[in-house]
């Protein structure tokens, strides 16, 4: 059994911050862990907007605090995020998210991440063999 709390993870490496400073990943489950995904709480900033695109990774995230908004760029739909919403990133859908009230999300990662990730230039995290 894998049993960890919140505040293990804050001020180690597996709390990994942006470069940009829009956001803190906490990464409670990780590819090491052997469960075949990953599960973070991450902390969206508020008057933030973050590029991202999952080109090699499926993410699954629960909104439980804060709003904010997320807009798919394919298309230029825009979903409002709030508690209680949940999307995910079925189709490696490439997305501006915006943060309005600092938002707490949990996330999953389906290839699991290593936890050392950030987004680069294109809002992508690696793929791994």
């Given at each position: 059994?894998i049993y960890?709390?919140i505040?293990?993870i804050?001020?180690?490496?597996?709390?990994?911050?942006?470069?940009?400073?829009?956001?803190v990943?906490?990464r409670?489950?990780?590819?090491?862990?052997?469960m075949?995904?990953?599960?973070?709480?991450?902390?969206?900033?508020?008057?933030t907007?973050?590029h991202i695109?999952?080109?090699?990774?499926?993410?699954?995230v629960?909104c439980v605090?804060g709003s904010?908004e997320l807009e798919t760029?394919?298309?230029?739909?825009?979903?409002?995020?709030e508690p209680?919403?949940?999307?995910?990133?079925n189709q490696h859908?490439?997305h501006?998210?915006?943060?309005?009230?600092?938002?707490r999300?949990?996330?999953?990662f389906?290839?699991?991440?290593?936890?050392?990730e950030?987004h680069?230039?294109?809002?992508?995290y690696?793929?791994?063999?």
């Amino acid at each position: 059994m894998i049993y960890k709390k919140i505040g293990d993870i804050v001020g180690t490496d597996k709390e990994v911050k942006a470069q940009n400073g829009n956001w803190v990943s906490r990464r409670m489950l990780l590819k090491a862990d052997g469960m075949g995904f990953s599960f973070h709480e991450t902390i969206i900033f508020p008057e933030t907007e973050t590029h991202i695109w999952y080109k090699n990774h499926l993410e699954a995230v629960y909104c439980v605090a804060g709003s904010g908004e997320l807009e798919t760029l394919n298309d230029g739909k825009k979903y409002l995020l709030e508690p209680g919403v949940m999307y995910a990133l079925n189709q490696h859908d490439e997305h501006l998210l915006r943060c309005f009230e600092e938002m707490r999300l949990i996330c999953v990662f389906n290839p699991a991440l290593r936890g050392d990730e950030v987004h680069d230039e294109n809002g992508v995290y690696p793929a791994y063999d």
